[in-house]
């Protein structure tokens, strides 16, 4: 169920707006606001969202594309946003075909103008063959689709300029209530009066009415008086009307509000909000210190800088649990990448933003394997925008790929736990085919392509990528490159039923990555040396090599590596030992890929924890684990029965639970797995009490009642991106909430919030 949208400042008008939309909604599967930049469509989307989501028992996804400059990558960023991990081989459309044909929700495609035929392209796709879904887009053009209804987003209510001024009459229109909202934002003092309803009534009517323009104008109060704001108002504006102009007027008047805000800024200020236009979505003070510091601006001066652009509201601030970060408005920034295009610095400032983003890259591989996963993980999510541009740069920027290609290879686990898969092949196609063969990069890149095509059950591509890494790797004479290949057909052989895995190349490739001092090729080889031994018969052996790693991992305070250590000696206990033990290293992994948010590999253990209770002879509740596996396969797009090695038994496994309950039994129990929400069946797996979320009030629960709802959906493994879609707020809501949890219950990570939730369920369950 979709809940309240929390708005970051007060909403003004659009009830007519609101009601007309939702009449077309009731009648229409695809409506498109269309209108200028800055005359509120985004915000007008949300409120629709809210109001119709009790429509939509399947949920309401935001999809903001302001970010996305890529159109390859459009399906694949939908696809996230309705919480589907990138596991399949098959193209993002139809993945998203077959979630969406008989699921009920509402898709808000937001800001299309520029991806406007690809958006097409993917709703005519989309629309007429999933009955049940409703697409609300935003766009400064139509799409031109078949069946688009539009709603033009016009200005707010505005006074006629030389009308009648009195207060009671100026309050019934929406442009003058947001004026004077916004007015008192920054002069708290300000109030509209008899005197001064003529020059507002003036301000509101030459600003036409848009959003936009009135908030950038509603800031000058900090340092001008009323009747001097309109005064200038009136200069700049009437300078406009002599000539012919080639955009229409609001647009114009729009472009000359925020020529107002750039010429009261300093040249430094000027320069910095040029630059800081390459960034993609939010940015931190250190980037934008990075990057737009130099040739003129002393970068000691940048934080004064960029709070100065921030009073004068052309750099928006959002809140993380490190700091603050900041972000333009899309408008703005097509503002100030003209200017950056005029003073001729496009590529000087793309490199220094590349260059920026690399290193971060080279600092999340660094500091991968220790205790701040998840914190790398989320970081490197928030950063993925200016990423993709980073990895574009280097695309069309002659001798540039092997940098980009440095850059993915980094990123090889962030691509797998937040389910990109797709989106890593396509980068690390485009830069291999521009990078020269003799380099390590080329090597590692086409063991990624394997790992990536293999875990998608692409294994055709996955064999092939991994031919040309042997090639390349004997060119290069590189043991490390040549031992991260040995691995990729290590588990190539797993995927394609061979009896063995190859045990003496993991053996050899481990050696070599512990020689050099890469402990990230010691996790990857080392629990699947540990199968190996075992499927070879050797499981002492097997044992002893995947503890090890898991202890090795427990050490350092890392998870990726260790949870799969956990669950490959789960995998171990569970064919060839003790059952107990398998159920403990299953719980521990599942909890483990929980608190990373690697929805991709959840199923695993849970396919694992199924086979554990077949042998326990608990078959009721093996077919509802089988069942919520089979659920979790399907959302990242997999199967359990790609894994050659291991199908046989896992059939057994499930034929068991079969013919010990009986067809009809199975079938209840299985179905009941499959149909059961996220979050209870999280809870079923971890063996807690499946009742619903946290009630309306409890005395001694110190969280507001949407922090109640977001640390129980935090407890249920959702990401900040998907709680925002669930939720239909902005990413940067969540994350502020998110802090504010952490903040009042005293924990450090997401992890201690879900112990919190399950501990409190429990004591409730008591009672």
């Known amino acids: 169920m979709v809940e309240p949208l929390t708005e970051v400042t007060s909403y003004v008008g659009r009830e007519g707006e ?27 989307a949300l409120r629709i969202a809210d109001a119709l989501r009790g429509d939509f028992p399947d949920g309401v996804a935001l999809v903001e594309l302001a970010e996305l400059r890529d159109p390859e990558l459009l399906a694949i960023t939908v696809a996230h946003q309705l919480g589907l991990s990138d596991q399949s081989e098959r193209p993002a ?9 008989a699921r009920r929700c509402l898709v808000v495609l937001d800001n299309c103008e520029h991806l406007v035929d690809v958006c097409a392209r993917l709703v005519d796709t989309l629309v007429p063959a999933c009955p049940h879904l409703t697409v609300l887009a935003t766009s400064r053009q139509s799409l031109g689709v078949p069946g688009e209804q539009l709603l033009a987003v016009r200005p707010l209510s505005m006074p006629e300029e030389d009308g009648q001024t009195s207060v009671a009459d100026l309050l019934r229109y929406e442009s003058v209530r947001l004026f004077v909202d916004r007015a008192r934002a920054v002069a708290p003092s300000f109030q509209l009066t008899e005197e001064n309803s003529e020059d507002v009534a003036r301000l509101c009517a030459r600003l036409e009415g848009l959003p936009l323009a009135i908030e950038l104008t509603a800031v000058r109060l900090r340092a001008l008086g009323l009747r001097q704001i309109v005064e200038r108002l009136t200069n700049r504006l009437d300078m406009l009307t002599g000539g012919n102009r080639l955009a229409p007027q609001r647009q114009q008047t729009l472009r000359a509000m925020i020529d107002w805000s750039y010429e009261l800024c300093s040249a430094q200020e000027r320069a910095v909000l040029a630059r800081a236009s390459v960034f993609s979505g939010a940015f931190s003070l250190e980037a934008v210190t990075e990057v737009c510091g130099g040739a ?14 921030v009073d004068k509201s052309l750099l928006l601030t959002e809140e993380h649990a490190e700091a603050i970060e900041y972000r333009m408005l899309e408008t703005v920034r097509e503002y100030g990448h003209d200017q950056l295009v005029h003073a001729g610095d496009v590529e000087r400032v793309r490199r220094l933003h590349r260059d920026w983003f690399a290193d971060l890259t080279a600092r999340y591989e660094s500091g991968w394997m220790g205790g701040d996963q998840v914190a790398w993980v989320e970081r490197i999510q928030r950063d993925h925008p200016n990423i993709r541009v980073a990895l574009g740069f280097c695309a069309t920027e002659p001798g540039e790929a092997v940098a980009g290609l440095r850059m993915a290879n980094q990123l090889d686990v962030y691509w797998t736990v937040r389910g990109f898969l797709s989106e890593a092949r396509i980068w690390l196609g485009r830069l291999g085919a521009l990078a020269p063969s003799g380099s390590p990069e080329r090597v590692l890149a086409q063991r990624l392509i394997a790992w990536c095509a293999l875990l998608q059950g692409d294994i055709d591509s996955g064999v092939a990528a991994l031919e040309v890494g042997r090639e390349l790797a004997e060119q290069i004479s590189d043991p490390v490159s040549t031992a991260y290949v040995d691995v990729g057909w290590a588990l190539a052989n797993l995927f394609t039923h061979r009896e063995t895995l190859g045990r003496e190349q993991l053996a050899r490739a481990f050696a070599v990555f512990r020689a050099h001092r890469v402990p990230h090729g010691e996790g990857y080889a080392g629990f699947l040396h540990g199968l190996a031994a075992a499927v070879d018969g050797d499981v002492d052996e097997g044992r002893r090599l995947v503890r090890e790693r898991v202890e090795a991992g427990e050490a350092a305070g890392e998870i990726f590596w260790r949870s799969w250590g956990l669950w490959a000696l789960g995998m171990i206990e569970l064919f060839y030992g003790d059952p107990m033990a398998a159920r403990e290293a299953g719980l521990a992994a599942f909890g483990l890929h929980q608190e990373l948010g690697n929805r991709a590999a959840e199923p695993f253990a849970v396919h694992l924890l199924g086979g554990v209770e077949v042998r326990l002879g608990h078959l009721e509740r093996s077919a509802t684990l089988f069942g919520i596996a089979a659920e979790l396969w399907r959302s990242v797009g997999a199967s359990p029965w790609r894994f050659g090695v291991f199908t046989e038994k896992f059939a057994e496994f499930g034929a068991r639970s079969y013919e010990g309950l009986g067809e009809q039994e199975y079938k209840k129990n299985y179905r009941l797995g499959i149909e059961m929400p996220r979050d209870q069946a999280v809870r079923y797996v971890l063996g807690e009490p499946s009742g619903g979320a946290a009630p309306e009030q409890e005395p001694d629960n110190p969280l507001s009642r949407r922090e109640s709802e977001i640390a129980d959906l935090l407890a249920a493994g959702l990401t900040n991106r998907e709680i925002a879609a669930r939720l239909v707020i902005t990413r940067r809501t969540v994350e502020t909430h998110v802090d504010h949890i952490l903040t009042k219950l005293g924990f450090h990570n997401r992890a201690q919030v879900a112990v919190w939730i399950a501990t409190r369920r429990r004591q409730a369950e008591g009672n």
């Open 18 to 44: 609101l009601a007309e939309a939702k009449r077309l909604l009731a009648a229409n599967r695809l409506v498109t606001l269309t209108g200028v930049g800055g005359v509120g469509k985004t915000r007008l």
């Open 296 to 309: 003129g601006v002393d970068p000691v001066d940048v934080l004064d800088i960029v709070h100065a652009l």
């Open 93 to 101: 459309v139809d993945v998203l075909l077959d979630y969406l044909r």
